[in-house]
């Protein structure tokens, strides 16, 4: 599965004062880590987000955001939102906070 470049830019320009960022191809889209542990990232019509346990509710009632399911299963702490969130800086910075609320709790790699 390919990922919208346009999404990419997106995140990109929401990560681009903070260090330690990198990009990394995984699961035919591209995510973002940050110290090492993954953060967000684009996929073919959205982005997913790593919310964390704690935050996976407050992610959930974001209009645009469901649970991450690639496998057919949800993987919690993680949330696939659609295009028009992606395209919303609102909502989008809202499912970021949380996502580095919780990465930013976590060890670096």
Known sequence: MAY?????????????ERENV???????????????????GVHKGGGMFRVGKDNHTAALAIEGASPMAFT??????????????MADDTRRGQVMALALNFVTSLPAK
């Open 72 to 85: 057919g299963r949800p993987m919690g702490g993680m949330v696939d939102v659609d295009e028009d969130v």
């Open 22 to 40: 990198t990009e990394k191809k995984m699961f035919g889209g591209l995510c973002f880590m940050l110290d090492g542990n993954m953060l967000c």
């Open 4 to 16: 919208d470049e346009g999404l990419a830019s997106i995140l990109r320009d929401d990560l681009a």
